[in-house]
């Protein structure tokens, strides 16, 4: 909200829980992350604020104007000592990003499970006793 401020000249305060703010040349919406690329794509809005991460993941046919270079996000892949990811058809993925993970496999010919976690995927390599592999999503500060 810092940057819309800065952009807009002016404060930008969503009272209590509401979830639309007008102001006298834009109305803001007050949506969740991963639900901005829905909106924009079938055209409740018409600019939208997200993470690369979730405008990848969503797979939707939208434009991608600008890097705001405001969070940054990495997939790291974590594995057992001595596993290799050749000829293993039983590798276990725990992951939030799907599609991402799908394609980034599907680049290296390596076929895996994925199971779709929403929260503490880290949990997973402890969850998950027979896991081969877990991929993190990790915010960078």
Known sequence: MDLMAETFNTQF????????????????LNVRNQDIPTYVKHGAAD??????????????????????????????????????????????????MVNITKNY???????VDIIKLYGYIELALWLFLHMQLSILLKQVQ
């Open 13 to 28: 305060k969503f009272q209590s829980r509401k979830l639309i703010l007008e102001m006298p040349k834009f109305t803001f």
């Open 47 to 96: 600019l939208g604020v997200a993470g690369l991460d979730v405008i990848t993941e969503k797979e939707l046919d939208i434009v991608n104007l600008l890097d705001l270079q405001i969070g940054k996000c990495k997939v790291a892949i974590v594995i057992k000592k001595r596993i290799s990811l050749t000829g293993r058809p039983d590798i276990k993925v725990a992951i939030k």
């Open 105 to 111: 496999f599907s680049k290296k010919a390596v076929g």
